[in-house]
């Protein structure tokens, strides 16, 4: 990894100490395979009741927003913005209305840590991470699972976030086609 987003990482844990929240999406495949997959901006959930801490932290603001992802359109109260040259985005819930704040608090309540350069670093679970990737289904997506393939899964929880992301046929049929064991 290249000096400079190794101390982006640093400097952002700074902001985010004391806050609920984690890494997710490429960022956390990022750390998952201990930087096989590059990232090219940084994707962390953030409890909603901490957004606006976090946004006042790295001089933004954060709003309510609606995103066309794929095929999932995102609605929250997030931001996009750049930190030390570095493209940052915020969210406070994931795509689909069915993914609610309980299902944030399960994500961030199964949250692992992994230390990188000697610090706690928050990723969210294997499980929700393939179930985001599995339901989205893009090129990168794809590419993402190959990469998460080897890790071990905890089926149950798996099929829990795959029902919030109500995708579930469909992705488990992808999974199964990358060659998961589910």
């Known amino acids: 990894m290249e000096s400079a987003k190794k101390e982006i990482l640093i400097d952002l844990l700074k902001q985010l100490k004391d806050l609920r929240w984690c890494f997710i999406s490429g960022t956390a495949v990022f750390f998952y395979t201990n930087g096989k997959r590059k990232f090219n901006d940084i994707d962390i959930l953030i409890h909603e009741a901490d ?3 976090f ?11 609606e995103i066309q992802k794929g095929n999932f359109l995102l609605k929250d109260y997030g931001f996009k913005t750049n930190f030390l040259g570095q493209d940052i985005e915020a969210v406070t819930n994931f795509p689909k209305d069915v993914f609610q704040l309980n299902n944030v608090k399960e994500t961030l309540e199964n949250k692992n840590k992994k230390i990188y350069f000697g610090k706690n670093f928050y990723i969210t679970s294997i499980e929700e991470l393939v179930a985001q990737k599995a339901s989205m289904g893009r090129e990168k997506d794809i590419n993402d699972l190959k990469l998460l393939k080897g890790f071990s899964i905890n089926k149950e929880l798996l099929n829990d976030f795959l029902n ?4 579930k046929n469909k992705a488990i049929n992808l999974l199964k086609r990358i060659g998961y064991k589910i």
């Open 51 to 53: 957004i606006d801490k």
């Open 55 to 65: 946004a006042q932290r790295i001089g933004c603001k954060a709003k309510k927003r």
């Open 164 to 167: 919030v992301w109500n995708t």
